[in-house]
T-cell receptor, first 112, second 115 residues
Framework: AQSVTQPDIHITVSEGASLELRCNYS??????LFWYVQSPGQGLQLLLK??????LVQGIKGFEAEFKRSQSSFNLRKPSVHWSDAAEYFC??????????FGPGTRLSVLP | GAGVSQTPSNKVTEKGKYVELRCDPI?????LYWYRQSLGQGPEFLIY????????DSGLPNDRFFAVRPEGSVSTLKIQRTERGDSAVYLC?????????????FGPGTRLTVL
């Protein structure tokens, strides 16, 4: 069955430090992959998506993600975290064009 | 332009009652999705509409859950005989086309609490 795992439930980083959030998936074909961010009281916002082609994709707010087929991973990165990045981050895959499967999320805390 | 809106933002009901949750998608978006998000978990797919018809309702947990989109715009998620386990945030999303490749835009959600 299709699934998305995010091994880290909660990550804390200092402002200005680099960030990597892990995402692993299980899927029978080349997946369409997404990263969403959810701030308190806000709806989910798309950060970036991967369909095909270049395995390094750029998103909004300075985020990027790299698709690695050999590792079934789609990790999210940011070189320098800002306090406003504190939020919940969700990795998701398109389930054969029928619906989305979301991971459980990683909560990011940012220390001043 | 306006984003996806959901009403009410909060709903408290008693076990066994009937509730309706409303979603107004972005104008012109043909696809509409409902998800349920329990505390500490990612959104869980419930149902997907393409126009007026339910293209995929495989995520509805049981027959107490039902959703409609009669005119291809606003959608209502209906829950009969609510149970405490139905307590969650119900999210609605819309996209211009179908799920494959189109960005889904999410509403702020309706927090349902069943006492």
């Amino acid at each position: 069955a299709q699934s998305v795992t995010q091994p880290d439930i909660h990550i804390t980083v200092s402002e200005g430090a680099s960030l990597e959030l892990r995402c692993n998936y299980s899927y029978g074909a080349t997946p369409y992959l997404f990263w969403y961010v959810q701030s308190p009281g806000q709806g989910l916002q798309l950060l970036l998506k991967y369909f095909s082609g270049d395995t390094l994709v750029q998103g909004i707010k300075g985020f990027e993600a790299e698709f690695k087929r050999s590792q079934s991973s789609f990790n999210l990165r940011k070189p320098s975290v800002h306090w406003s990045d504190a939020a919940e981050y969700f990795c998701a895959l398109d389930n054969y064009g029928q619906n989305f499967v979301f991971g459980p999320g990683t909560r990011l805390s940012v220390l001043p | 332009g306006a984003g996806v809106s959901q009403t009410p933002s909060n709903k408290v009901t008693e076990k066994g009652k009937y509730v309706e949750l409303r979603c107004d998608p972005i104008s012109g978006h043909t696809a509409l999705y409902w998800y349920r998000q329990s505390l500490g978990q990612g959104p869980e797919f419930l149902i997907y509409f393409q126009g007026t018809g339910a293209a995929d309702d495989s995520g509805l947990p049981n027959d107490r859950f039902f959703a409609v989109r009669p005119e291809g715009s606003v959608s209502t998620l209906k829950i009969q005989r609510t149970e405490r386990g139905d307590s969650a945030v119900y999210l609605c999303a819309s996209s211009y086309g179908g799920p494959r490749g189109d960005t889904q835009y999410f509403g702020p959600g309706t927090r349902l609490t069943v006492l």
